[in-house]
């Protein structure tokens, strides 16, 4: 039996050099479970994934609301950046945060809970170029590959993407 079915999730990939693993494997394993995924972007071109492949964004990330969804998922890569200031990212992460759903990012992609002001004084963890964006926000920042703390669960990088996903399923469910 599926333990997500109904639940909607949204992924938020950059529109360049998201990292491959950090999205489809949390998504397979969110398919897996019953969850349907819509994927955001800040722009509707063909998105250029890390490895050079071409992913789709189904809509775009300043026309999402929280309430449509079950959980935010914030995909790393070096392209994530464009989400650290973003007004939007930050509405987003607050809004899903705010209502109790879902919050995840993996990789530099926390540096956005971060500098959006999710993560005070919630453990959390990222790729180490991130490190000082999360302790600069008052993040307990956790030398851990998945690190979840109610709603929040965050990850260091590709070689976590799946245990990210395992521990997104089980915060879901």
């Known amino acids: 039996m599926k333990k997500l079915t109904g639940k909607k999730i949204l992924m938020v990939i950059a529109k360049s050099k998201y990292r491959d693993e950090e999205y489809l494997e949390p998504r ?16 509707f071109e063909p998105v250029r994934r890390h ?22 998922v914030f995909v790393g890569g070096g392209g994530a950046s464009e989400y650290f200031d973003s007004p939007v990212a930050h509405r987003l992460a607050r809004g899903f945060f705010e209502q109790g759903k879902l919050t995840s990012a993996i990789c530099i992609a ?49 070689q976590a993407a799946k245990r990210f996903g395992e521990k997104l399923v089980e915060v879901l469910a």
């Open 28 to 43: 397979k394993v969110l398919e897996d479970a019953g969850a349907v995924i819509t994927v955001a972007s800040s722009s």
């Open 51 to 72: 490895a050079g492949a071409h992913g789709e964004a189904r809509c775009a990330d300043r026309e999402c609301e929280e309430e449509d969804f079950d959980g935010i």
């Open 110 to 158: 926390p540096a956005t809970l971060a500098n959006a002001g999710v993560l005070k004084g919630k453990k959390a963890t990222a790729f180490p170029s991130s490190e000082a964006a999360l302790r600069t926000h008052e993040a307990i920042f956790m030398k851990q590959d998945v690190v979840s703390d109610g709603t929040i669960v965050t990850a260091v990088g590709p």
